[in-house]
């Protein structure tokens, strides 16, 4: 595997499911990101990761729990969602410790609240 | 504070015709500009980025910028565009030892066969 890579890529659940996102960067990156990208809106910056230390948490609400065991694993954990938060969720990594960061992005999750 | 427009909501242009995508940035020191594709239901990929150096950068896909630090603006051009072109295009600016970056709201490409 290489890249950033997303797992599942699509998932369909209830308002009472509880479901995890898995994004994992082979690129040995120090940082990583969720964003949510909805239907007509701007990428939103979610949650962001530095060295496994939460450094950003963008108002998101408690329904949506992040994990970073490690530099190249971030999970999105998700419990009693509401039809709002349906929308593609998409991971990036990056350097993290250089002067500028450039990001690589996952091939995200189409997630679907029904 | 710093931010990144992109004017150009939705972009139509003719399969073979010259394309120009505007982006302009609020900056006060020296960006570091990207720009992104986005295919529908895939994940954003670079297709190129400026840092220093020749104010023209050229990126994949036959895609180029110029930067030009006077209007401050970083456009996207590509001579002639192909179907496989359609897309939307995210103009993105990296903050200086930050980790995040900056992207704008993104132009959607439609191509007219």
């Known amino acids: 595997e290489t890249g950033v890579t997303q797992t599942p890529r699509h998932l369909v659940m209830g308002m009472t499911n509880k479901k995890s996102l898995k994004c994992e960067q082979h690129l040995g990156h120090n940082a990583m990101y969720w964003y949510k990208q909805s239907a007509k809106k701007p990428l939103e910056l979610m949650f962001v990761?530095?060295?496994?230390?939460?450094?950003e948490n963008n108002s998101v609400p408690s329904r949506f729990s992040p994990e970073c065991p490690n530099s190249s694993h971030l999970f999105l954990h998700l419990h009693t969602l509401q039809p709002e938060d349906s929308a593609l969720y998409l991971c990036?990594?990056?350097?993290?410790?250089?002067?500028?960061?450039?990001?690589?992005f996952g091939p995200g999750t189409r997630l679907t609240v029904l | 504070a710093q931010s990144v427009t992109q004017p150009d909501i939705h972009i139509t242009v003719s399969e073979g015709a010259s394309l120009e995508l505007r982006c302009n940035y609020s900056y006060g020191a020296t960006p570091y500009l990207f720009w992104y594709v986005q295919s529908p239901g895939q994940g954003l990929q670079l297709l190129l980025k400026?840092?220093?150096?020749?104010?023209l950068v050229q990126g994949i896909k036959g895609f180029e910028a110029e930067f030009k630090r006077s209007q401050s603006s970083f456009n996207l051009r590509k001579p002639s565009v192909h179907w496989s072109d359609a897309a939307e295009y995210f103009c993105?600016?990296?903050?200086?030892?930050?980790?995040?970056?900056?992207f704008g709201k993104g132009t959607r490409l439609h191509i007219l066969p």
């Open positions: 990036a990594s990056s350097q993290g410790s250089r002067d500028y960061n450039e990001q690589f």
């Open positions: 993105a600016v990296a903050l200086y030892r930050d980790d995040k970056i900056i």
């Open positions: 990761y530095n060295f496994k230390e939460q450094t």
């Open positions: 400026y840092f220093s150096g020749d104010t």
